[in-house]
């Protein structure tokens, strides 16, 4: 070979810093195609936490994963599998990523051939492996004060407010890193000088090391916070109907450049739910479609194409809102169908989405009889930690639906509601509308991470979470705000929307 991968690796780094790390593994990729003839067959991002992790976690789900692309730990040459260990972002083929573990754990190659088989068969270590004492683990000096305590639940808080320009105390409780990231609507926006104003003056206030998430529901047809002079582009049904996944994909590649251009972050899109029935008016039309092999296929293309377009994608609503009929924003839907029916129409867009390595999913403030037959699923342990995440593997952020909707605060005050959802396994919580429901809610974590030593672990592991996505946001190079409109109206997209009108 021309060069060694290291050098390839290298290379990729002097194209950029950690954050762009979908743009370097690209690079990595492009590089060894030209330069070698090594086709990349599977590409993996991991965001490791420390060697243990990996060890622990990802390896076993790795191996897992591969033997189901039929590679497996011996024969997965073909696959790159990029690492966040700590602050820095590594390049390993896979093979010298497993080579790696093993010399870690000290094991010959007969002895890591074995385990690697047990990987394989299972995802998860084998039991002298799984219960072998971890190494002690240094303290979290952000958690050591009651202030901080303070900050770090305020991290976990993405909230809204009103009117066209920031208040100054949120500016300030931003500043003071008590707010995760804020949530833009229709009653933020006017024209995109002042929506581009407006993101740049709210990510400013934002700490250095804690970069502000800012989110919007930009999904297309009813919901489209963002209207004329950008492009206004019609439901998913509609979209999906061309059956032309690579449509889907350029479409949210465009929705992703005007976002990023306008200061955006994050969209929560796309909709995952698979709607089986026309009585279904709350997602209706918002969903891809009726047939769960569709709606993966075309939610994800709008996924990738909305991080090619430079911002984060949320799948939502985990783990399923196509079913129930009632509306969640005013009353608590129940969700009466068997497991074995979910598990066939609803399950296979998140199952998928979560192995291509969606960032962040949603969950839904509905009640499903057959998972969990006491709590919505955005209050429930058993779905949203022990389905989504030990037994889907989800690794990711798990952001709640507005918790102010009426599914929720019908019942339950912000202070019950946040802590609810921490426990169950929720990692970001929306807060849409009042400053004063936001504090009850932040002082409620802080108030209960001091008491309860359960409370703070599970507000810790929260916190990494969210870390560890924002070490993932996009950073567009600021544009001219004389030049925004220019730049995302309807005109830039004027091909792409002549071609999904058939003209």
């Avoid at 040459?77 to 602050?87: D, H, I, N, T």
Wanted: a negative charge; hydrophobic letters at 45%.
């Amino acid at each position: 070979m021309a060069r060694s991968f290291e050098s390839i690796v290298a290379a990729a780094f002097r194209r950029g810093p950690a954050f762009q790390a979908n743009a370097l593994i690209e690079a990595a990729r492009e590089t060894i195609r030209a330069e070698h003839g090594w086709v990349v067959q599977v590409e993996v991002l991991l965001d490791g936490r420390s060697w243990e992790y990996l060890e622990r976690e990802a390896a076993p789900r790795l191996a897992l994963y591969l033997r189901s692309k039929k590679l497996g730990v011996a024969k997965c040459g073909p696959a790159l599998v990029s690492v966040f260990l700590g602050e820095t972002l590594h390049f390993l083929r896979g093979r010298d990523f497993f080579e790696a573990i093993r010399r870690e754990l000290g094991q010959s190659e007969a002895e890591f051939a074995a385990l690697a088989q047990a990987w394989e068969q299972t995802g998860r270590p084998p039991a002298p492996l799984a219960t072998r004492p971890a190494p002690p683990r240094a303290p979290e000096t952000m958690m050591d004060h009651g202030r901080e305590l303070e900050r770090a639940a305020g991290q976990l808080l993405v909230v809204g407010f009103d009117g066209v320009e920031p208040p100054p105390a949120l500016l300030a409780r931003i500043a003071a890193g008590e707010v995760g990231g804020v949530i833009l609507f229709a009653r933020n926006l006017r024209e995109p000088r002042q929506v581009a104003a407006l993101t740049r003056a709210l990510a400013a206030a934002a700490p250095e090391g804690a970069p502000l998430l800012l989110g919007i529901d930009q999904e297309g047809g009813r919901v489209q916070r963002l209207r004329a002079p950008l492009a206004v582009w019609p439901p998913m049904r509609t979209l999906a109907a061309h059956r032309d996944p690579e449509l889907t994909r350029a479409v949210g590649q465009a929705l992703g450049c005007d976002l990023a251009l306008l200061g955006f972050n994050l969209d929560f899109a796309p909709v995952l739910d698979v709607v089986t029935s026309d009585h279904n008016s709350v997602i209706g039309d918002r969903s891809f479609g009726a047939n769960p092999e569709e709606v993966t296929s075309h939610a994800l293309a709008l996924a990738r194409g909305l991080r090619e377009g430079g911002v984060l994608a949320c799948g939502k609503h985990f783990p399923g809102h196509g079913g129930p009929v009632a509306d969640s924003h005013h009353t608590l839907p129940v969700d009466e169908r068997s497991e074995g029916e979910w598990r066939a129409v609803d399950l296979p867009p998140f199952l998928a989405a979560i192995d291509a390595g969606l960032p962040l999913l949603m969950s839904a403030h509905v009640v499903y009889r057959a998972l969990d037959p006491e709590r919505p699923a955005t209050l429930s342990h058993r779905i949203c930690t022990g389905l989504l995440r030990e037994e889907l593997g989800f690794d990711g952020v798990l952001v709640s639906d507005d918790l102010e909707m009426g599914a929720i605060a019908n019942t339950l005050g912000p202070a019950e509601a946040a802590l609810g959802a921490l426990r169950a396994g929720v990692d970001l919580l929306l807060f849409c509308h009042l400053e004063e429901r936001q504090r009850e809610a932040q002082q409620a974590l802080a108030r209960a991470a001091r008491e309860s030593p359960e409370d703070r672990a599970r507000l810790e592991q929260a916190a990494r979470r969210v870390r560890v996505l924002k070490r993932r946001l996009p950073r567009p190079a600021p544009v001219e705000l004389d030049r925004v409109e220019e730049l995302v109206s309807a005109a830039a997209h004027a091909a792409l929307l002549a071609r999904i009108a058939g003209a």
